[in-house]
């Protein structure tokens, strides 16, 4: 069974930085692996929908970033550890949301394709 757990979330003042994980463990149902997966971040904010944070690619090669978030957060991957990341700096009140780590059933991301796998989620407050 293929599991996802994110951690590194908590309370920020606007400006500041966190770092996310996911770490993920097992096979999914098809019998693939983290390392031929691409891999992302959705987030849901209070009342909100759920929206796409980030995407990357199964090498780590290539990358997909939601405008909200561009130039200020950054997606990387250690396939040998079989852990995401999520560099958030500048981090607003906005930002305030639970972040989840996501798998998909290809090597490559592709705009609006649904994920397959996902976290329990983590909490990130960002207070004014």
């Known amino acids: 069974q293929f599991q996802l757990v994110e951690s590194g979330g908590g309370l920020v003042q606007a400006g500041d930085s966190l770092r996310l994980s996911c770490a993920a463990s097992g096979r999914t149902a098809s019998g693939r692996t983290f390392s031929s997966n691409a891999m992302g971040w959705f987030r849901q904010a209070p009342g909100k929908e759920r929206e796409f944070v980030v995407a990357i690619s199964g090498s780590g090669r290539n990358t997909y970033y939601a405008d909200s978030v561009k130039g200020r957060f950054t997606i990387s991957r250690d396939n040998a550890k079989n852990t995401m990341f999520l560099q958030m700096n500048s981090l607003k009140p906005e930002d305030t949301a639970v972040y989840y780590c996501?798998?998909?059933?290809?090597?490559?991301?592709?705009?609006?394709?649904?994920?397959?796998?996902w976290g329990q989620g983590t909490q990130v407050t960002v207070s004014s």
């Open positions: 996501v798998s998909y059933s290809s090597a490559n991301y592709y705009v609006r394709q649904p994920a397959d796998y």
